[in-house]
């Protein structure tokens, strides 16, 4: 009886170990995310401001199209019935399945993880 307490208990000390690993790894995961998001955010409002500094010294919609033609940046071209608009589409890196272990499945299973949600944009 005695060794099979000794035995639980270690499986018990194991599974901890193993949680608490595991989640030490999702949060130095979820940091190198943000870091990256934060990396790609900052490359986005330069973008903007470039973008918002040529329109400000606009004079036709051909000279930005030209000034910006070297650059990598997918235009999507909207007709209405007063002017042409162009808004610049997101080209940013495609967005593949994650590949993961039978272990992380697993312990994503057993393991609390908080994700933010999309928010829904209202049609008022």
Excluded: W
């Amino acid at each position: 009886m005695r060794f099979y307490k000794i035995i639980f208990m270690g499986f018990i000390v194991t599974v901890t170990a193993i949680g608490y690993v595991h989640q030490r790894v999702e949060i130095v995961k979820t940091g190198y995310i943000i870091q990256k998001n934060r990396k790609y955010l900052s490359c986005l409002v330069d973008r903007n401001t470039n973008l918002m500094y040529n329109l400000s010294k606009l004079e036709s919609p051909r000279y930005l199209l030209a000034s910006l033609k070297g650059e990598e940046i997918k235009f999507a071209s909207h007709r209405t019935r007063q002017a042409n608009i162009f808004q610049v589409a997101h080209a940013g890196p495609g967005s593949g399945a994650r590949s993961e272990s039978l272990v992380d499945r697993f312990l994503d299973l057993v393991t609390v993880s908080a994700e933010a949600k999309p928010r829904e944009l209202s049609t008022n």
